[in-house]
């Protein structure tokens, strides 16, 4: 699961805000709690089932998640129940409402529930018998004001158990459409799918209908079952690009707020689950400020935490071969020796990529030194190798630049 397009999330639970908070991007990312990334999880992992799942065209899933064989042949009843119940919270697709995609899947597994038509059965049923009986003793010139309003009452009352039904599954829609957030969710809809589910399929499942976590977690439990049945022994979850966001903007301390509630350890530590945070460096400074409280609750101490992603120059070196190797031509096998006359040595490459630490650097670098080589030769009396000149000088620039561009971060 893919977890680094955050706007979305973010603009869907900026509207739930009052206005006078919707303006202030520090006060709406106070208000972001630990169960509204636990959602936002969800509706990306839901998502991408349901689309395989209907077979959607384009949805961008990654090989890996492919389901291997029929889904409704692994699932059994209670996890069938389990994803219809998971698309009807948190499936988040441009292609169709969520209503439409979970009646097709519905239909795909072929999981329909008779029993959840009695209550409207009874009702139309008495409603009709009294119907009937009231046209017989109208015809018969028996009907009396006792007799009428004496049916009336007894089709109000068959109606009775089904309007129990309705006010329940209203309020779990209501409760659900208002306590997710990050997605827009109509009451309307929500009931519709919950009423066409038996009261024993509903009565004691997990419904996203608190703020809090509990529920985030069993609904998240449930997710990983299915997976289990598709072969899935867990779920990698890569969160990313959290300096993207507008409501962020490369700001440390909105990055901090944004975070942070993630930095729990029950979260981090979920059985079947692994999270990658990359974060932002100057985040460390804060986390090495925070109070005791939080890092009993963070237990960075338990957490694998790497510091920094600085590569070595010999695993830069090699990154920049395999590059070119995937670019070369049928026949032949380029690699950057070729490209640097022999005065660059291969270790002179190695200690200058080392000081470039990290593959972006790398090849804007490499972009550079190609340019600036380029420029300086006609095509008429081309020089097929860079010389040393070229390659320190343009090393020197960039460094300088590099440099700067790190101070502005560590000053920000």
Same mark, same amino acid.
């Given at each position: 699961i893919n977890y680094d397009d955050f706007n979305p999330f973010l603009d869907?639970? !900026?509207?739930?805000? &009052? =206005?006078?908070?919707?303006?202030? $991007? +520090?006060?709406? *990312?106070?208000?972001?709690?630990?169960?509204?990334h636990i959602d936002a999880i969800l509706s990306l992992g839901v998502t991408n089932m349901v689309n395989l799942a209907l077979g959607a065209q384009g949805t961008g899933n990654p090989p890996a998640n492919r389901i291997r064989g029929e889904l409704r042949s692994k699932l059994d009843k209670h996890q069938k129940r389990d994803l219809l119940l998971?698309?009807?919270?948190?499936?988040?697709?441009?292609?169709?409402?969520?209503?439409?995609?979970?009646?097709?899947?519905?239909?795909?597994?072929?999981?329909?529930?008779?029993? !959840?038509?009695?209550? &409207? =059965?009874?009702?139309?049923?008495? $409603? +009709?018998?009294? *119907?009937?009986?009231?046209?017989?003793?109208?015809?018969?010139?028996?009907?009396?004001?006792?007799?009428f309003w004496m049916a009336m009452v007894l089709a109000l009352l068959g109606w009775v158990?089904?309007?129990?039904?309705?006010?329940?599954?209203?309020?779990?829609?209501?409760?659900?459409?208002?306590?997710?957030?990050?997605?827009?969710?109509?009451?309307?809809?929500?009931?519709?799918?919950?009423?066409?589910?038996?009261?024993?399929?509903?009565?004691?499942?997990?419904?996203?209908?608190?703020?809090?976590?509990?529920d985030r977690y069993e609904l998240l439990t449930k997710f990983q079952g299915v997976l289990g049945s598709l072969g899935y022994t867990g779920i990698a979850v890569l969160v990313d690009r959290v300096d993207e966001p507008h409501?962020?903007?490369?700001?440390?301390?909105?990055?901090r707020d944004?975070?942070?509630?993630?930095?729990?350890?029950?979260?981090?530590?979920?059985?079947?689950?692994?999270?990658?945070?990359?974060?932002?460096?100057?985040?460390?400074?804060?986390?090495?400020?925070?109070?005791?409280?939080?890092?009993q609750r963070a237990r960075i101490d338990k957490q694998n935490m790497i510091p920094s992603l600085d590569w070595t120059g010999e695993a830069l070196y090699d990154l920049a071969n395999c590059r070119l190797d995937a670019c070369a031509v049928d026949g032949q096998a380029p690699d950057l020796?070729?490209?640097?006359?022999?005065?660059?040595?291969?270790?002179?490459?190695?200690?200058?990529?080392?000081?470039?630490?990290?593959?972006?650097?790398?090849?804007?670098?490499?972009?550079?030194?190609?340019?600036a080589h380029c420029n300086s030769h006609t095509d008429a009396d081309p020089v097929w190798s860079i010389p040393r000149e070229t390659f320190e000088a343009t090393l020197?620039?960039?460094?300088?630049?590099?440099?700067a561009v790190d101070r502005g971060l560590s000053a920000s």
């Open positions: 869907r639970f !900026a509207d739930r805000l &009052p =206005a006078r908070k919707q303006r202030d $991007s +520090a006060k709406v *990312l106070e208000e972001w709690k630990l169960w509204d998971l698309s009807a919270c948190y499936d988040d697709s441009l292609a169709d409402s969520f209503a439409v995609r979970t009646a097709q899947l519905r239909r795909k597994l072929r999981r329909f529930s008779s029993s !959840a038509l009695i209550a &409207p =059965a009874l009702g139309m049923g008495i $409603s +009709a018998a009294m *119907l009937a009986l009231v046209g017989t003793l109208w015809w018969k010139e028996q009907l009396t004001d006792v007799w158990p089904w309007l129990v039904r309705w006010w329940k599954c209203h309020l779990e829609a209501r409760g659900v459409a208002k306590n997710v957030r990050v997605l827009k969710r109509d009451t309307p809809s929500l009931r519709k799918l919950f009423m066409r589910m038996t009261t024993r399929d509903l009565h004691g499942q997990p419904l996203p209908n608190k703020r809090r976590t509990d409501l962020v903007n490369g700001s440390v301390e909105l990055m944004f975070v942070w509630s993630m930095l729990d350890n029950k979260f981090l530590k979920q059985p079947g689950v692994g999270l990658k945070l990359l974060l932002a460096s100057e985040l460390v400074e804060h986390l090495n400020r925070e109070s005791r409280e939080f890092h020796r070729s490209m640097f006359a022999e005065e660059v040595s291969d270790q002179r490459m190695i200690d200058a990529f080392g000081s470039l630490r990290v593959p972006r650097n790398l090849f804007k670098f490499l972009y550079r030194v190609i340019v020197a620039v960039y460094s300088r630049e590099q440099a």
